[in-house]
């Protein structure tokens, strides 16, 4: 199991901006994915990002292009979600996760980390 922590979150007033990040450990060689995803209160949790974990190839939810930009330093098995022009309903626990394979389910998560954004 590849296990992941999560590190960046926190507070920001509205336009503003934070990056998170994810640091992975454990088989890290058997990731094809690794992704982003987030929670509100009340609400089911939803794909934010992904990235190809060999190769970099990247995927948006629509409701974040143009704003977050996901990255990640294989070096380092670091994982980043920069994200700018925070909006209020961007408020949610933010959670990595880690995909084995093409088909594959995201089969393990980290902790998560609050992002709050204040209007």
């Known amino acids: 199991q590849v296990q992941l922590v999560e590190s960046g979150g926190g507070l920001v007033q509205a336009g503003g901006s934070l990056r998170l990040s994810c640091a992975a450990s454990?088989?890290?060689?058997?990731?094809?994915?690794m992704g982003w995803f987030r929670q509100a209160p009340g609400q089911e949790r939803e794909f934010v990002a992904a990235?190809?974990?060999?190769?970099?190839?990247?995927y948006y939810a629509d409701s974040v292009k143009g704003r977050f930009t996901i990255s990640r330093d294989n070096a380092k098995n670091t994982m980043y979600l920069q994200m700018n022009s925070l909006k209020p309903e961007d408020t949610a626990v933010y959670y990595c996760a880690a995909q084995r394979g093409p088909y594959a389910r995201y089969s393990d998560w980290g902790q998560g980390t609050q992002v709050t954004v204040s209007s």
């Open positions: 454990g088989p890290t060689a058997s990731v094809y994915n």
């Open positions: 990235i190809r974990w060999s190769g970099g190839m990247t």
